[in-house]
């Protein structure tokens, strides 16, 4: 018999440290074809995602919070917790922020090797609102009324009516519904209910219903391109801003953002009230602010693309374009990006959500958001499983991403002269693709040379070990970024310093899975103390013999 017909048992595929092997990890080979097509049609189903998700999650929570489930949310990777004070005290909203933080501390110290989690409090101003009046109750048990689609309906700013909203005459708080025109459009509770314009009298709009629900009292009212208050700052979100800035929250997402001129204003007013160290995301939220991007975009410290209220102005058949385009600019400016788009709302009654939402979250991530924000959680009875869910699917969604052409591209926007910090940060992440490097350990103040890498989009974790808590939370935001705080005494022999985190570092990555032996990690530093940016970068392998075991 011919030995050479032998069929020979398959052998696993030995990794050294110089040879790459091209295994199903992550869309290896599809990442890094030379064009699109050889890029799509090398992906393989099978393919395994990164254990690690890149894209940070950020979960809404509400009055209720308890510390128990921040603890959850924490073991589950959870980056941000997005909250409003609308209707709360200044003793509510501390209470509050005091359960978050204490959820925190409890899962570091009992979970997370005594390690500070970094999970960012994001504020959710309400901003300028047109709201329904209350609906008036002819029985006990009435809470809803009906308005058919076909029927007709009058909308009025009278506030005699404000407690009074019948089938038949709607009150809203504000006179800019009498600066319509015939066939204009007014959307209630978040476009359930389309009424187009008939007539407009001296005090109340005739409307014809276009798209019938149910409606209850004090109900959301959106008016299309018709632009709501003339600043950008209520009364009460100033009082918020102020509650915020004494409780020390880390970002305050700011809505109706219509150009920079309104963008700083809200500046100007945080930092004269003391609050310059918090971060301030502008919401994209009506067409006027996607129409003046450009101009809005170079004054912010991040975006929040609101895609449910931005598809009220612009139709629901073009928020797919919106959202490239917000993203794609961000990616290019290098300003972080938070994206809401009602994602897994389904699973706030059910175990899976639909097709539907899995291919929205997915696309999400492939368009380029650094974070998905999932406010099912604040309805949700399983919200832990929704947030599993959502790691696993943007796992899937990062694994698909053309790092290849991103890459180039990016770079090619960086022209020179570039200063060398932005330089060497490009170097890192382009020998990280090379080497198929398994970390980014980055040892920053301020956090510049974190911010400057993740912008390049590595395929691996970056581990960034700073001093200062505030630092650590705002840098959570970025995808790829762990922000982990140190707290041990400073050295006073700088290279003994820097040895140090690098080794609480490597501590943590091997607890968590993220660094294993054989790995390769890339590492940035500062040569000197107060260099003012990570200016040099080794490479080492993870060796077995301090292999930390939890």
Request: glycine letters at 6%; charged letters at 20%.
């Amino acid at each position: 018999m011919d030995s050479t017909n032998i069929p020979k048992a398959e052998e696993s595929c030995i990794v050294y440290p110089w040879e790459p092997c091209y295994d199903n990890e992550m869309q290896m080979k599809a990442s890094f074809e030379d064009n699109y097509l050889d890029h799509l049609s090398n992906l393989k189903i099978e393919s395994n995602p990164s254990p690690n998700t890149l894209t940070t999650i950020a979960c809404g929570v509400l009055l209720n919070v308890t510390k128990g489930l921040i603890e959850e949310f924490c073991e589950r990777g959870v980056s941000m917790v997005i909250f409003d004070f609308n209707g709360l005290t200044f003793e509510q909203s501390r209470k509050m922020l005091l359960e978050i933080r204490q959820g925190a501390f409890n899962y570091s110290l009992k979970k997370n090797n005594q390690v500070p989690y970094s999970i960012t409090l994001v504020l959710d101003l309400g901003g300028s609102c047109i709201t329904t009046g209350s609906i008036f109750h002819t029985t006990l048990t009435q809470r809803l009324i009906e308005l058919s689609t076909n029927a007709h309906v009058y909308v009025t700013n009278d506030v005699e009516y404000k407690f009074k909203c019948t089938e038949d005459r709607i009150y809203v708080n504000s006179d800019l519904i009498l600066q319509l025109k015939v066939n204009d459009r007014i959307y209630l509770d978040y476009g359930k209910i389309e009424l187009v314009v008939i007539r407009v009298d001296e005090d109340e709009v005739y409307c014809m219903i276009n798209r019938g629900e149910w409606l209850g009292s004090e109900k959301t009212v959106h008016i299309p391109k018709i632009p709501i208050g003339s600043t950008a700052l209520s009364k009460l979100d100033k009082e918020k801003i102020c509650t915020a800035i004494q409780l020390k929250v880390d970002v305050i997402l700011v809505p109706g953002v219509k150009n920079s001129v309104f963008f700083n204003h809200v500046r100007k007013f945080v930092v004269s009230e003391r609050g310059g160290d918090i971060a301030l995301y502008a919401k994209i939220d009506n067409i006027v602010g996607l129409e003046n991007f450009d101009d809005i975009l170079p004054v912010v410290d991040g975006v929040f693309l609101n895609r449910p209220n931005l598809s009220m102005d612009i139709g629901h058949d073009k928020i797919f374009l919106a959202q490239k385009i917000v993203l794609s600019k961000c990616n290019v400016a290098g300003k972080p990006t938070i994206t809401y788009g009602e994602y897994l709302n389904s699973m706030e009654i059910s175990s899976v959500p639909t097709n539907a939402e899995v291919n929205d979250l997915i696309n999400t991530v492939m368009d380029g958001t650094d974070c998905i924000y999932l406010d099912v959680t604040m309805r949700s009875e399983n919200k832990l499983h929704c947030i599993q869910y959502a790691s696993s699917l943007c796992r899937q969604g990062e694994a698909t991403i053309w790092e290849q052409q991103l890459f180039t591209e990016l770079n090619k926007k960086s022209k020179p002269k570039i200063d060398p910090a932005h330089a060497i940060s490009i170097g890192c992440v382009e020998v990280s693709f090379k080497c198929h490097a398994a970390a980014i350990i980055v040892i920053s103040t301020p956090g510049l040379s974190t911010r400057l890498i993740t912008k390049y989009r590595p395929r691996c974790p970056v581990l960034v070990i700073v001093k200062h808590g505030k630092s650590a939370r705002k840098l959570s935001v970025w995808r790829n970024v762990i922000a982990l705080q140190y707290i041990d005494p400073i050295e006073n022999i700088w290279s003994r310093e820097i040895e140090n985190r690098t080794r609480f570092a490597m501590d943590f990555g091997k607890r968590k899975g993220i660094l294993n032996q054989g790995d390769l990690v890339l590492h940035m530093s500062c040569s000197e103390q107060n260099a003012g940016f990570a200016n040099t970068v080794s490479l080492f392998y993870v060796s077995a013999g301090d292999f930390v075991i939890a």
